[in-house]
């Protein structure tokens, strides 16, 4: 079934530009949300981080997670697919790699978390990206719309805060407003956001997909656990090559986005290629091929648990 806007269906175009122009409703809604900068500092101890390629979901019942969300998006998307009447909510961070394969994952995620005959709706908010001269943003938007219009589900497009929707130059310079975005599950509300801890295992979770690493879901919302991996890389001693480089280097060569990324930009990737030269192989962190599980303590920390 196809996307709608303002429950009428979507004719989608070859250009974000067409588009946006065909629904002045996007750029409306684009500017609302833009206008609640600064972005919320979450509270780490209700937060569920979802880092690049990865995904997760759950419903307004889990008592360990209130507010899921993800950041450093510069020509990535960040994705929010909730239904109204279960409150199941997704968040995706998608950066294009395999756009027409992650999308199905969002929507059954979902409705895996909604009974069939629940009244409500599937309504998605975008998030991300910026007029950049390669045009990575554009494509990855109009991949993703035409992604989710080919879906079986009827899916209503409420917030469309990408691309040109989400530029703004300084000093001659084009660059994302919005970086990073949270929901909260109980109530649906999504907000701008930026967030101090990007844990559990920031390390190891950047280390799978630096090397590679498809769409994971990270989050198992029946037993309130994060799940990583097992994860796969064979030693890459040669990489070790980047930690000499200086920051203007490794920005132009590990970015897709170079003027505009973070700060801690440089420092993360360095931390990255730093983890996999201590872990070379990745089967030891994994005994067994069973993945890590981490459970909410009473104080709001991330622990390990034993494989369940």
Not at 188 to 199: D, I, K, M, Q, Y
Request: aromatic share 8%; with cysteine.
């Amino acid at each position: 079934m196809p996307l709608f806007i303002n429950n009428e269906k979507v004719q989608l175009f070859n250009t974000t530009v067409k588009l946006f122009r065909s629904y002045p409703l996007l750029k409306d809604s684009a500017k609302v949300f833009r206008d609640r900068l600064p972005e919320t500092a979450v509270d780490t101890k209700c937060l569920l981080y979802v880092k690049q390629r990865e995904f997760a979901a759950t419903t307004p019942s889990d008592c360990s997670v209130t507010v899921i969300g993800s950041d450093d998006a510069t020509t990535c998307h960040i994705v929010v697919l909730r239904h109204t009447g279960s409150g199941a909510t997704c968040l995706a961070h998608c950066d294009g790699s395999s756009t027409w394969s992650e999308v199905p994952l969002i929507v059954k995620a979902v409705r895996s978390l909604t009974k069939s005959a629940e009244e409500g709706r599937l309504e998605l908010h975008l998030f991300g990206g910026f007029d950049d001269e390669r045009h990575n943003s554009h494509k990855l938007s109009l991949n993703l719309l035409a992604a989710f219009n080919k879906q079986n589900e009827d899916i209503h497009l409420e917030t469309c805060c990408i691309t040109e929707l989400n530029d703004i130059v300084v000093e001659g310079i084009h660059r994302p407003v919005v970086y990073g975005i949270g929901v909260n599950v109980k109530t649906g509300e999504v907000f701008p956001a930026t967030f101090s801890l990007r844990g559990p295992e920031d390390d190891l979770r950047s280390a799978r997909t630096f090397t590679g690493g498809q769409m994971a879901d990270v989050y198992d919302s029946s037993r309130e656990l994060v799940t990583i991996g097992p994860c796969k890389w064979s030693p890459n001693l040669d990489i070790g090559f980047w930690l000499a480089q200086d920051d203007e280097t490794i920005l132009q060569y590990m970015s897709t986005s170079p003027q505009v990324e973070p700060p801690h930009f440089v420092s993360h990737m360095k931390a990255t290629i730093q983890f996999l030269l201590e872990n070379p192989n990745s089967e030891a962190l994994f005994p067994g091929g069973a993945p890590r599980f981490y459970q909410r303590t009473s104080e709001g920390v991330w622990e390990r648990q034993a494989a369940c």
